[in-house]
């Protein structure tokens, strides 16, 4: 209680950080953690690239398959630019693609937020399903006993696979 508001965030900030697990982790099946996690992201709703975050060999691009990286180049600055570097080794291709990316503004998937902008090469539009919940776009595409014996996890953002 005794507390101002700055350090009162800041510990709640630590308690949410020490209980949220929003990591992918293909052996622990638990949608509602994940959901819980993409809830209090929504809720926070986080600039990272106002942040300061920037896509580098170390916290990213080395940790990825070439694809990833051809992929992040390919939205932020265009064909041209992944095809400039995907033709090396991964070594060089993160290190380049770094330098590629580094005041673009780009954040892979789990670092967007649902309102930020998706930088891309070639603008994509969304279909009329693409904005419906999972649970009204596919009511067409399968019947009753199938939901019920083959349950689908909800899609979330994995930064690697």
């Known amino acids: 209680m005794a507390l101002d508001s700055d350090s009162q965030?800041?510990?709640?900030?630590?308690?949410?950080?020490?209980?949220?697990?929003?990591?992918?982790?293909?052996?622990?099946?638990?949608?509602?953690?994940?959901?819980h996690?993409?809830?209090?992201?929504?809720?926070?709703?986080?600039?990272?690239?106002?942040?300061?975050w920037k896509p580098t060999v170390d916290n990213y691009l080395g940790r990825v398959p070439k694809a990833r990286i051809l992929e992040a180049v390919r939205g932020a600055k265009g064909e041209a630019s992944a095809q400039l570097i995907d033709h090396l080794k991964k070594?060089?291709?993160?290190k380049e693609a770094e330098r590629?990316?580094?005041?673009?503004?780009?954040?892979?998937?789990?670092?967007?937020?649902?309102?930020?902008?998706?930088?891309r090469g070639n603008a994509?539009?969304?279909?009329?399903t693409d904005a419906l919940p999972a649970l009204i776009a596919d009511t067409e595409d399968s019947s009753p006993a199938e939901d019920q014996t083959d349950a689908q996890e909800p899609s979330h953002a994995v930064a690697a696979e």
Request: charged content about 20%; proline content about 10%.
């Open 37 to 52: 996690a993409d809830a209090l992201a929504r809720a926070v709703n986080p600039d990272m690239a106002a942040a300061g």
């Open 100 to 119: 590629l990316l580094a005041d673009t503004g780009w954040l892979p998937e789990p670092l967007r937020t649902t309102d930020a902008p998706i930088a």
């Open 91 to 94: 070594p060089e291709m993160a």
């Open 9 to 35: 965030a800041a510990l709640f900030a630590h308690c949410a950080a020490l209980s949220i697990n929003a990591v992918h982790e293909p052996w622990n099946r638990n949608p509602q953690r994940l959901a």
């Open 124 to 128: 994509e539009s969304e279909t009329s």
